[in-house]
């Protein structure tokens, strides 16, 4: 990073941390999202020892079963990396991100526990060392519906601003729904259901953003 990248990261976080709208909800957004990821563990593997219902899914039946583990996760990845370089420039961006996550992963908690689902046939376990300290490190294969991958990725996608980066976060996200049905780590409605879920919820936050800057 350039010396003048460097001051301009700065003074932007510094302009940003003279509001105290913008600075409650960055900090205030960063220690409830702390929280949720310290208690996710504990969720993953209460669900993970229920049973559910194994959905009969015809897109997945025509579908031969890979491991493409590896290409998930290394546009999951770089998509992470590319918000987190946009983010560091514009702190608006970490807003968003931060307080639509934080709703997104109320929402799947709320519809993981109300739809209790088995895994699909043919499923091909997707190990992550990244992420896996967010499962508490064991093997879950019952967060499914809605899709957190997809869910990601499609958060990803409406919270960056620049154009080729729209393009390139959209085409991400249709590339990552599809490995996910490769895999079988998801039923065709988990995958389906992410964006609309998503779009509704971004959509919510950035009217609470809105209003509560103008207060």
């Not at 302009?15 to 909800?25: E, K, V």
């Not at 490769?182 to 009217?207: G, K, N, W």
């Amino acid at each position: 990073m350039t010396k003048r990248g460097s001051s301009s990261i700065k003074q932007a976080w510094i302009t940003a941390l003279q509001t105290p709208q913008t600075r409650s909800q960055i900090l205030t957004g960063s220690i409830i999202v702390a929280v949720l990821l310290s208690a996710l563990p504990l969720f993953f593997n209460h669900i993970q020892k229920r049973k559910g219902v194994v959905l009969n899914d015809w897109v997945l039946a025509n579908i031969p079963a890979h491991d493409v583990s590896v290409i998930i996760f290394a546009i999951i990845w770089g998509m992470a990396l590319l918000i987190l370089v946009r983010a560091m420039y514009n702190p608006l961006i970490y807003i968003n991100y931060v307080w639509a996550l934080i709703f997104i992963s109320l929402a799947r908690i709320t519809t993981i526990s109300l739809i209790p689902l088995d895994p699909p046939a043919g499923l091909v376990n997707l190990v992550d060392p990244l992420t896996g300290v967010f499962y508490g490190n064991v093997l879950i294969t019952r967060d499914l519906f809605f899709s957190g991958h997809t869910a990601t990725l499609v958060l990803i996608f409406l919270c960056l601003e620049k154009r080729s980066d729209k393009i390139l976060g959209f085409f991400a996200t249709v590339v990552v729904m599809v490995l996910l049905l490769i895999q079988h780590i998801h039923y065709t409605i988990d995958v389906l259901a992410a964006p609309v879920f998503v779009y509704l919820i971004f959509l919510a936050t950035q009217y609470f953003i809105k209003r509560n800057q103008a207060l």
